[in-house]
């Protein structure tokens, strides 16, 4: 069972302690202990398993998929298409998200020799933690002999003017129990683009306020307007260029998860300099996350959140990854450099050596929309201010057979960027079906620095979407491919 933080008058000693026992979490502690019989402890006041686990990735996706698969089958003949069965989509996303159990993840952890201690942990001084029980109980006091790590994710941005309403955050549309008639998000992001597309399918008529001029803002801009032209064409209302400055709602208060958080919300919104009042249901707030750094005793060391997300110098004896440590606030990202991490940990500790880390690692990221919009590396415009001298090359997504074979109405676009000087890959993105199972192949090549030339001879499968990578290189000047 895992410790419910009593109150020994001495401190209890592992080798490492995590603040955090999200999915990064568990990995560092597996990777900085495994194989040897050095302990850890995971300190988790919430789900063990995380955000990801329970409200993010997984539930999202659970949801995301079949409306995926039903609406590939409404443009494929030969197919009755399939109906959303919303009562059987949500049954779906509880069985993924364990019915917001953690049982499992805990048995994972102790088969695992890790020592779960339930609690919110925070800094006291030098590798000393103090850990409260979610019931008031303790505190706990722990002591690192080696390493803390700070896994303790990320919490949601709520603009000043919303905070008072109650709105939704992430968590609530990912555990959506009762779904609401008219929805508002806010913001133009992941989140509120994979939302868009699952609440419209329960049947809610969603309206988006965007600040900029664009959807999915840092990628590519086609991904921005493929996903556009998708969303309104499910009849959500994208509005580009409006800002919500004010807002009121009777009775706002927290609920429950995914349930509705008072009476009917009214919204204050300003576009093209103009007021509108928008009223709705719920409204959904998407407007980026933070480190979750404020609450973890970090100015017991001296130190601020700030030092720990500006790429500064920690303690050698202080850690930080995923969300907390302000790199890239995704999980495939976090658990990498939880291994690496880790793995420095237990090297440090065994006196084993460390398999060498690429200077610059690139992070891949997908959105789960339809179509899906899949990249990795540098956009044109971030590798030409970031100095490289570029060129690009850009096909529809249906112009390769396999990639027009998925279904009849296939969309998108295809793009890679590369550098002139080293004839290497730096960037590239997929916007189309399915455009997730391209990515690794790019992630490979620049990890791996192959030369475009050599992509050449990595003969793709006929009729495999993969045959994409052949239109591409095929596509870039002549000059570059005769390096």
Not at 205 to 218: I, P
Not at 227 to 251: F, I, P, T
Not at 441 to 448: D, E, N, R, S
Request: charged fraction near 25%; glycine fraction near 12%.
């Amino acid at each position: 069972m895992a410790a419910d933080a009593p109150s020994p008058d001495a401190a209890t000693s592992f080798d490492v302690i995590v603040l955090g026992g999200g999915a990064v979490g568990e990995n560092v502690a597996q990777y900085a202990t495994e194989g040897t019989d050095l302990t850890a402890a995971i300190v988790e006041g919430e789900l063990l398993g995380g955000e990801c686990s329970y409200y993010a990735c997984m539930p999202s996706k659970a949801l995301l998929r079949p409306l995926a698969v039903a609406d590939a089958a409404a443009n494929l003949p030969g197919i009755t298409t399939p109906e959303v069965d919303a009562e059987a989509l949500l049954a779906r996303r509880d069985t993924w998200v364990s019915h917001y159990s953690d049982a499992g993840q805990v048995d994972w952890a102790e088969g695992a020799g890790l020592q779960v201690v339930r609690g919110h942990g925070r800094l006291v001084g030098e590798r000393e933690v103090e850990v409260v029980g979610a019931d008031g109980r303790g505190p706990q006091r722990l002591r690192a002999e080696r390493a803390v790590v700070l896994a303790t994710g990320s919490v949601p941005v709520i603009p000043a003017e919303l905070r008072e309403l109650a709105p939704w955050t992430s968590r609530d549309a990912t555990g959506v129990v009762e779904v609401p008639d008219e929805l508002v998000i806010v913001g133009g992001g992941v989140v509120a683009v994979e939302a868009a597309t699952w609440m419209a399918a329960l049947g809610t008529r969603v309206t988006m306020l965007v600040r900029g001029d664009a959807l999915l803002r840092g990628l590519e801009p086609f991904a921005g307007e493929h996903v556009l032209e998708a969303l309104r064409g499910l009849g959500v209302d994208v509005r580009l260029g409006a800002s919500v400055v004010g807002g009121e709602r009777e009775g706002a208060r927290e609920t429950g998860l995914g349930r509705l958080h008072g009476g009917r919300v009214r919204l204050e919104v300003e576009s093209d300099d103009r007021r509108d009042t928008l009223e709705a249901d719920e409204v959904l707030v998407a407007t980026g996350r933070r480190p979750r750094l404020d609450d973890v005793g970090l100015e017991t060391v001296g130190l601020s959140p700030e030092d720990v997300t500006g790429g500064g110098a920690l303690p050698d004896w202080l850690h930080a990854v995923g969300d907390a440590s302000g790199e890239a606030p995704l999980t495939h990202w976090g658990k990498y450099r939880a291994r690496v991490i880790g793995q420095r940990i237990l090297a440090a500790a065994t006196g084993e050596a460390t398999e060498p880390v690429p200077d610059q690692v690139p992070v891949p990221q997908v959105v789960f929309t339809d179509p899906q919009v899949a990249a990795v590396g540098l956009t044109e415009a971030d590798a030409r201010e970031a100095g490289h001298r570029v060129v690009t090359a850009q096909v529809p997504f249906s112009g390769a057979a396999g990639s027009a074979l998925l279904r009849d109405d296939v969309t998108g676009t295809a793009q890679i960027v590369v550098d002139l000087g080293t004839r290497t890959l730096v960037g590239a993105t997929f916007v189309g079906p399915e455009a997730s199972e391209l990515l690794h192949a790019a992630t490979i090549a620049i990890v791996g620095t192959v030369r475009v030339h050599a992509l050449r001879h990595a003969v793709p499968s006929y009729p495999a979407a993969s045959e994409l990578w052949l239109r591409l290189l095929e596509e870039l000047p002549r000059a570059l491919r005769a390096g």
